[in-house]
């Protein structure tokens, strides 16, 4: 994967379905452009930390959504889909 292909690839996800995982791991271990993006966070932590209001990630534009209705390119997008064991 090429740096070009991956500023254009998308995570798409159910929730809590290692989202942030994948996200992480693809910036850690490929050469990327500027991936950051700041966020307005509703959730009382987020990424194991207390937070409300603004947060900025370095891997966020990677982030597709968390809908399962989301619209995924193929060949261009990845979408996690969580089977929870009941």
């Not at 509703?42 to 989301?70: C, D, Q, S």
């Amino acid at each position: 994967m090429t740096t070009g292909e991956c500023s254009d690839l998308l995570i798409h996800s159910i929730r809590r379905s290692g989202t942030h995982l994948l996200m992480a791991s693809i910036y850690n271990n490929f050469v990327l452009p500027d991936m950051s993006r700041e966020i307005e966070s509703n959730f009382r932590t987020f990424n194991g930390i207390e937070t409300k209001g603004k947060v900025k990630g370095p891997w966020f534009k990677l982030f597709g959504g968390h809908y399962a209705g989301n619209a995924v390119r193929v060949g261009k997008d990845i979408f996690i889909y969580r089977h929870p064991v009941k």
